[in-house]
């Protein structure tokens, strides 16, 4: 069925992947304890400035540390202002849902049939899926999207690489947004290097003369030179340096970890590899262009790391969508099934068709956000926190227990996922531990994840009371080893009690 000229097939796959995501990531999508800290950091930057040290543990109070994802989380503080979590996920939804709607159009542009694209459109959400959550991670998706696709217009003939000098302003607010503007340099220098290198070896490459070698050196220059253009400079670079350089991670941080085969959430992982290496199969070696081939790079990185499942993702749909017309694939369906494949199948529309409806379903969500109109999936009240994974039961006594400035405020948390958790909804207290690596280190995170899982903590939680001073409240996991220790010891008393988490507070 042809759509009319004034509705692009952009437009209708942007409202499906994006009421498809506003249902599913209504709590999902907020599993990630980042979320609550990012936004009361960004509230913070808004109200003191640049941070430099931690304001929120009285395990290493004043230790250095610097908000490298301010700027997202900035954004984030503004959006949490207008319309609280509802607008988060609307602004976390919106994103994602432009990310693959872009991804469908190109690929309905090479004229497959659009139950095959949505095939491997549900694919790539499925398998990019597990790593959705409401942070600044995700401008991280869309701008490798941005990278992927200017690459892959520039490796051709004829190509224009003026527009590949976009890369270092997209860089430049990538940096203040989101650590992996890493990947994204890294991905531009592996293109530039391939390019050369199959200049070198007379295969094919946007890459014709000296001049253009030059070209890419600068571009690739300003790209890395564009790291330090931050209010943080040097700084930026330390943190990155400790995330990455901790491998302790890999064992503690879900998302640090290698992709586990085994597991249902890289099973998509997976196929989408097999769909991709099959399209790949069909174009003739000395056909292949270096770009169609940083999909293999970021599979690698994948299985080192699942978290760059995303990534992989979207270098893949974007690899396929340029080798496709080269493949012998695409040359048989148009001789034999041109019912599943017809180049040009889609006539020419205007930008705007692709975009009037997109803005008009936000704008309708967002005005009925603002106007605190509660209705499913779009309306106020739509995001909400899983009271079975989040200690959401017990905020009411951590409220009315929160301490005032000056008065006793060291909480102790079981978990170092619920750090985050209180950091928003509590901030007078001062955690023992959340999520960010770089102010721990990572040997100091396994220490706290081993006794998380010890049957007998009672020794470990006493010597951490000798070095950082006594706990004056404890939030623990319900029915956890060391729950049972708080709960057995004639020191505290308990406040509440739900299935998910315990609130004690000493005698």
Same mark, same amino acid.
């Given at each position: 069925?042809?759509?009319?000229?004034?509705?692009?097939?952009?437009?209708?796959?942007?409202?499906?992947?994006?009421? +498809?995501?506003?249902?599913?990531?209504?709590?999902?999508?907020?599993?990630?304890?980042?979320? /609550?800290?990012?936004?009361?950091?960004?509230?913070?930057?808004?109200?003191?400035?640049?941070?430099?040290?931690?304001?929120?543990?009285?395990? /290493?109070?004043?230790?250095?540390?610097?908000?490298?994802?301010?700027?997202?989380?900035?954004?984030?503080? +503004?959006?949490?202002?207008?319309?609280?979590?509802?607008?988060?996920?609307?602004?976390?939804?919106?994103?994602?849902?432009?990310?693959?709607?872009? +991804?469908?159009?190109?690929?309905?542009?090479?004229?497959?049939?659009?139950?095959?694209?949505?095939?491997?459109?549900?694919?790539?959400?499925?398998?990019?899926?597990?790593?959705?959550?409401?942070?600044?991670?995700?401008?991280?998706?869309?701008?490798?999207?941005?990278?992927?696709?200017?690459?892959?217009?520039?490796?051709?003939?004829?190509?224009?690489?003026?527009?590949?000098?976009?890369?270092?302003?997209?860089?430049?607010?990538?940096?203040?947004?989101?650590?992996?503007?890493?990947?994204?340099?890294?991905?531009?220098?592996?293109?530039?290097?391939?390019?050369?290198?199959?200049?070198?070896?007379?295969?094919?490459?946007?890459?014709?003369?000296?001049?253009?070698?030059?070209?890419?050196?600068?571009?690739?220059?300003?790209?890395?030179?564009?790291?330090?253009?931050?209010?943080?400079?040097?700084?930026?670079?330390?943190?990155?340096?400790?995330?990455?350089?901790?491998?302790?991670?890999?064992?503690?941080?879900?998302?640090?970890?290698?992709?586990?085969?085994?597991?249902?959430?890289?099973?998509?992982?997976?196929?989408?590899?097999?769909?991709?290496?099959?399209?790949?199969?069909?174009?003739?070696?000395?056909?292949?262009?270096?770009?169609?081939?940083?999909?293999?790079?970021?599979?690698?990185?994948? /299985?080192?790391?699942?978290?760059?499942?995303?990534?992989?993702?979207?270098?893949?749909?974007?690899?396929?969508?340029?080798?496709?017309?080269?493949?012998?694939?695409?040359?048989?369906?148009?001789?034999?099934?041109?019912?599943?494949?017809?180049?040009?199948?889609?006539?020419?529309?205007?930008?705007?068709?692709?975009?009037?409806?997109?803005?008009?379903?936000?704008?309708?969500?967002? @005005?009925?956000?603002?106007?605190?109109?509660?209705?499913?999936?779009?309306?106020?009240?739509?995001?909400?926190?899983?009271? %079975?994974?989040?200690?959401?039961?017990?905020?009411?006594? +951590?409220?009315?227990? %929160?301490?005032?400035?000056? %008065?006793?405020?060291?909480?102790?948390?079981?978990?170092?996922?619920?750090? @985050?958790?209180?950091?928003?909804?509590?901030?007078?207290?001062?955690?023992?531990?959340?999520?960010?690596?770089?102010?721990?280190?990572?040997?100091?995170?396994?220490? /706290?994840?081993?006794?998380?899982?010890?049957?007998?903590?009672?020794?470990?939680?006493?010597?951490?009371? @000798?070095?950082?001073?006594?706990?004056?409240?404890?939030?623990?996991?319900?029915?956890?080893?060391?729950?049972?220790?708080?709960?057995?010891?004639?020191?505290?008393?308990?406040?509440?009690?739900?299935?998910?988490?315990?609130?004690?507070?000493?005698?």
């Amino acid at each position: 069925m042809m759509l009319p000229r004034w509705l692009g097939p952009g437009a209708i796959a942007f409202v499906v992947v994006w009421l +498809l995501l506003l249902a599913a990531g209504r709590s999902a999508f907020f599993r990630d304890p980042g979320t /609550f800290w990012h936004v009361t950091t960004g509230e913070l930057v808004l109200k003191d400035g640049f941070l430099r040290a931690d304001p929120y543990t009285f395990t /290493f109070p004043g230790t250095w540390w610097v908000p490298y994802q301010w700027l997202g989380e900035v954004g984030m503080a +503004l959006a949490h202002r207008v319309g609280g979590f509802d607008v988060l996920l609307l602004g976390a939804v919106t994103i994602l849902a432009t990310v693959f709607a872009w +991804l469908t159009a190109r690929l309905l542009g090479t004229g497959l049939h659009p139950i095959l694209v949505g095939a491997v459109i549900a694919l790539a959400l499925a398998a990019a899926g597990s790593h959705f959550h409401v942070r600044p991670h995700l401008v991280t998706l869309a701008f490798m999207v941005i990278v992927l696709s200017l690459l892959t217009a520039a490796d051709a003939p004829g190509p224009r690489f003026n527009r590949l000098f976009w890369l270092i302003p997209l860089c430049v607010i990538w940096t203040n947004v989101h650590g992996g503007v890493l990947g994204g340099i890294g991905t531009i220098g592996v293109a530039f290097a391939g390019w050369v290198g199959f200049w070198v070896l007379g295969l094919p490459t946007p890459v014709m003369t000296r001049r253009d070698v030059r070209v890419l050196v600068l571009v690739a220059l300003g790209c890395g030179l564009s790291t330090f253009a931050s209010p943080y400079g040097l700084d930026m670079l330390k943190t990155w340096n400790v995330i990455m350089g901790a491998p302790e991670l890999r064992d503690i941080i879900s998302e640090h970890r290698p992709l586990d085969v085994t597991a249902p959430y890289a099973w998509p992982v997976l196929a989408l590899a097999g769909v991709y290496l099959f399209v790949l199969a069909g174009v003739k070696p000395r056909a292949v262009r270096a770009t169609w081939l940083l999909p293999l790079v970021w599979l690698a990185l994948t /299985f080192s790391r699942c978290r760059h499942a995303s990534l992989f993702t979207v270098a893949v749909v974007i690899a396929i969508t340029a080798m496709w017309t080269h493949t012998r694939w695409a040359h048989w369906l148009a001789a034999h099934r041109p019912d599943l494949y017809q180049p040009g199948r889609d006539g020419v529309r205007p930008w705007w068709a692709n975009v009037w409806l997109p803005v008009a379903v936000v704008v309708i969500a967002f @005005g009925l956000q603002m106007g605190r109109v509660p209705l499913p999936l779009i309306g106020s009240g739509w995001a909400v926190h899983d009271p %079975e994974y989040w200690p959401v039961e017990v905020l009411d006594a +951590l409220k009315a227990n %929160e301490p005032r400035p000056g %008065e006793p405020n060291k909480l102790f948390n079981s978990g170092y996922v619920d750090g @985050g958790f209180v950091i928003y909804h509590a901030p007078g207290y001062k955690v023992f531990v959340d999520d960010r690596c770089e102010v721990f280190g990572g040997p100091w995170l396994k220490e /706290f994840s081993e006794t998380e899982q010890s049957p007998e903590p009672g020794p470990v939680l006493l010597k951490w009371e @000798g070095r950082y001073g006594p706990y004056d409240f404890a939030l623990t996991r319900t029915a956890t080893p060391i729950d049972d220790w708080f709960a057995s010891s004639p020191t505290w008393c308990v406040v509440k009690v739900t299935p998910t988490a315990t609130f004690y507070k000493r005698r």
